[in-house]
């Protein structure tokens, strides 16, 4: 990329990309100084106020941060927590051997709804409907998603009550091996936000985030599990073998 | 949620995040006309100037939709085009059976770099490189995404020429089978698109993509591929199962 006089871009405009460009291609590297603003009006021909109004706006995007006394560095991207082994699973409630240590929020039951039923294949509302499940994505205090999952109250009658009354995992599932997931089915996509997933991932409205939502199956074939996950894209990264 | 008269936040856009929570929540479903101007007005007690003003931003937002003469009806998204059975081998060029139909880029050899050196686990500099191979996924003459792929050229030393000439994948790949993808270990995130991939995938600078990143292992073991994909978040869902 080379800077263009007779272009209608702003030559300050011109030199941000330039300099986007640049820490992309790691000339400047993360953590590292880049040159004085005269270097940039010694290579490249321009006066001072263009060169900092280019790393001005630089800053406040945050790709750049200035260290008083020290300079101007290429801002360190953090590292994203790492979820390995992602697989259809790994979000599931009914997977999971034990709830304690997820901060399951209070369980709550929904009457038959046409998005779930669509889910689970059940093609009547005459039914008892769901539990609906929600926890967080935590690590070291810091939230970077939450888990939605429905499990029919047909299959699992009494989920809410057994949990209220902390009944442990490995009970609720005895004589359950039919209707607990071995494989799914999940889409994963970026999207804008839903409203209520912006509010619990403290995020602006509307702000893209990656979800994973599907259907588990258990090892009779049906589907014992619907998730709808919403994680923080700047944040983490999914790990696929 | 309510309107709320007090409120710092003038009623119209109240009102526009109420309508969209109506969406998400599909009280409005998609391809359904919204109520009228008057029923809102009457509802919620707003002025018509009020209503008017929700509406126009969501329309001009893509969220709703003006059909003449009909009404106003909440916006169809577009289906995502499915990328099924996704796993790290999805977007690898050595476990094509082909690449004829895949739009290749011409062969670019680059030399020894530091980012993919430490991808090939490779401690030392001197080597012959890498081909990079480039690729759209495409679907019905629109782009989805771009692959990247680096592959040795000390494993592959003619991979360059061998594609040029127009050789076979089966023969490109004979005697080559310890060196042949098997497994990988991909990282899958959001992220801003660097400009080379937003130019690729004609998006905004910096907008959101989805990319898969990271490194496929042969049967021997050691790293035979490393591949960055960059892909329109908009457009694709990628399915796990």
């Known amino acids: 990329m080379r800077l263009d006089r007779h272009s209608s871009i702003p030559l300050y405009a011109q030199l941000r990309e330039l300099i986007v460009e640049r820490i992309q291609?790691?000339?400047?590297?993360?953590?590292?100084?880049?040159?004085?603003?005269?270097?940039?009006?010694?290579e490249l021909g321009l006066s001072r106020p263009t060169v900092r109004q280019a790393i001005a706006e630089l800053v406040s995007d945050g790709i750049l941060e200035i260290q008083k006394g020290r300079g101007t560095f290429v801002a360190v991207e953090p590292d994203r927590l790492s979820i390995p082994h992602f697989n259809a699973l790994t979000f599931?409630?009914?997977?999971?051997s034990s709830y304690e240590d997820i901060g399951l929020q209070p369980v709550q039951h929904v009457d038959p709804e046409a998005e779930i039923d669509t889910a689970f294949k059940v093609t009547t509302d005459k039914h008892p409907g769901y539990w609906m499940l929600q926890w967080p994505v935590l690590?070291?205090?810091?939230?970077?998603?939450?888990?939605?999952?429905?499990?029919?109250?047909?299959?699992?009658p009494d989920l809410g009550q057994n949990i209220a009354s902390g009944k442990r995992m490995i009970d609720i599932k005895s004589n359950k091996y039919a209707y607990l997931p071995v494989k799914g089915s999940v889409a994963l996509m970026a999207r804008p936000a839903r409203n209520r997933e912006?509010?619990?991932l403290e995020i602006p409205r509307r702000s893209i985030v990656l979800a994973a939502q599907g259907?588990?199956?258990?090892?009779?074939?049906?589907?014992?599990?619907?998730?709808?996950?919403a994680l923080r894209p700047d944040l983490l990264k999914l790990e696929i073998n």
Request: some cysteine; proline content about 2%; hydrophobic content about 35%.
């Open 198 to 200: 912006a509010a619990l």
């Open 92 to 96: 599931s409630f009914l997977n999971l």
């Open 215 to 229: 259907q588990l199956f258990g090892r009779n074939g049906a589907v014992c599990e619907y998730i709808r996950t």
């Open 139 to 156: 690590f070291d205090e810091r939230i970077y998603g939450w888990c939605t999952s429905y499990v029919s109250a047909q299959v699992f």
């Open 25 to 42: 291609d790691e000339v400047y590297k993360q953590g590292e100084r880049i040159p004085s603003e005269m270097t940039f009006c010694e």
